[in-house]
């Protein structure tokens, strides 16, 4: 009887030390929601959204700005072509900087806040002082120093997702940024520039951008809860040390260098045809409006594309991923979109096709930040740094490589330069190690559910 009662007493202990467990009931599963599942972070969802109204905002000024600084301030076509490449390259310095050395030391949100304070008072200041006095020193000077705030607001955020997203859905969360970021930039932009511009004109538009911007500058400083980018994701580390780091870390991880230089041929295509292609398929009758429903399409295919292969580098390979889809049918999509419209002429159809090729091709590079984070994930933000500055450098070679041969070239050199560049990237992809690399599939998502497990942990939103 004795032994019943010690186990009757032991049995009703282990209930009693167990009950304030089950009261508190079963541990969240973030990872269960749909849009962890689909691959959005759920703490940094209203930041996607945030994102996409910025991005609205800053590219409705995308097809028109250089006319209107020709046509409605007077300056000279070479002029405004000055102007926007100031504007360039401050944004190459802000993406290098606002995703690396400034989120390692003050913490995405500030960064991202940082930059919509920038991109506010600067337009307001090229609106409300520059224009109205026709100063083309002025314009340079609010426009150019504007071109700091889109990247630090972007490629902040981007530094926040890659901080949070668990690493075998890292492919889907950067995915997904693209999908927002080229949904606003260039397309609803392009769209909502075309509803308003004939209503209430160009200098009106542009301020309605501003509360574009504004609105999503505020979504995301107000709705978005997740604590670690509240703080700087590495504090401690010294600036002027950490950003001579992001250079020395291409030499000590030479993998990183190779990235970069993929990274930055990824989006050079994309802003050379966008200033020259215009021109030759205006050489074939297509009108300004056909145009400018070619690039939606274009982009439109991007973003489905995205997806797609965000979900191939996370399950198949990323380096593969980049090199078969990024680099070779990127190439492709270059040289038929010359040789298809050219042998069709105006054939609005084989245009949009041709196009349609490209946008896939661009979106092939969705699993690079992964891989390039993969080769030194404890630094992280200076990693990011050189993806950034990879991307801010696009912005300025792509025009440069077009301004320099188109003349003697013309369109069709130049699309064979640029597939050239890609399938250059093509090889250069297979010497970057994408996470799972060389392991059995089920040791690589071991692994990878291993290195989840070591980050800090994601505070819920509240």
């Excluded at 969240?28 to 609205?56: A, E, N, S, T």
């Excluded at 270059?334 to 159809?349: E, I």
């Amino acid at each position: 009887m004795s032994r019943f009662t010690q186990t009757t007493q032991a049995s009703q202990t282990a209930q009693a030390s167990q009950a304030p467990r089950a009261s508190q009931g079963p541990t969240p599963q973030p990872r269960h929601h749909p849009l962890d599942r689909i691959g959005i972070p759920k703490p940094l969802f209203w930041g996607y959204v945030g994102l996409l109204f910025f991005m609205i905002g800053d590219g409705i000024e995308t097809s028109y700005l250089s006319k209107y600084f020709a046509s409605g301030l007077g300056f000279s076509e070479t002029g405004a072509g000055t102007i926007i490449t100031v504007y360039g390259v401050t944004a190459a310095i802000a993406s290098f900087l606002g995703a690396g050395v400034l989120s390692d030391r003050w913490g995405p949100r500030r960064v991202m806040a940082m930059g919509a304070g920038i991109w506010v008072v600067f337009h307001i200041l090229m609106l409300a002082v520059a224009i109205p006095a026709h100063s083309y020193a002025l314009v340079m000077t609010t426009y150019g120093i504007r071109g700091f705030g889109y990247p630090m607001f972007a490629y902040g955020f981007l530094s926040w997702i890659m901080a949070v997203a668990p690493k075998d859905h890292q492919s889907k969360a950067v995915g997904w940024f693209w999908f927002f970021y080229s949904s606003g930039y260039p397309i609803m932009g392009s769209f909502l520039f075309a509803a308003a511009m004939p209503v209430i004109g160009f200098y009106a538009t542009l301020w309605l951008s501003l509360a574009v911007i504004t609105a999503g500058s505020l979504i995301v400083l107000l709705l978005v809860r997740e604590r670690t980018g509240f703080t700087g994701l590495a504090p401690g580390r010294d600036p002027r040390s950490e950003l001579a780091g992001t250079f020395k870390i291409l030499f000590e991880k030479p993998k990183l260098g190779i990235s970069l230089v993929i990274r930055l041929i990824n989006t050079t295509p994309s802003f050379g045809m966008w200033v020259f292609m215009p021109f030759f398929v205006r050489d074939l009758g297509f009108s300004d409006g056909e145009w400018n429903t070619l690039l939606v399409i274009m982009m439109v295919t991007n973003l489905g594309a995205l997806l797609v292969f965000g979900v191939l580098g996370d399950n198949w390979s990323g380096r593969k991923t980049c090199a078969v889809f990024g680099g070779v049918l990127g190439a492709v999509g270059c040289l038929v979109c010359y040789y298809l419209p050219a042998a069709a002429g105006y054939n609005f159809l084989v245009a949009a096709l041709a196009v349609a090729v490209y946008g896939a091709g661009l979106a092939g590079y969705v699993p690079l930040p992964a891989m390039m984070v993969a080769q030194a994930p404890e630094r992280r933000g200076q990693v990011m740094g050189v993806y950034t500055l990879g991307a801010g450098l696009s912005v300025a070679v792509g025009p440069l490589i077009g301004t320099l041969s188109y003349s003697t070239w013309g369109f069709q050199g130049l699309m064979w330069i640029y597939a050239g560049l890609l399938l250059l990237n093509a090889v250069l992809c297979m010497f970057v190690t994408s996470p799972g690399d060389g392991m059995p599939k089920e040791n690589a998502a071991a692994g990878a559910r291993r290195s989840t497990a070591e980050q800090p942990a994601v505070q819920p939103s509240t």
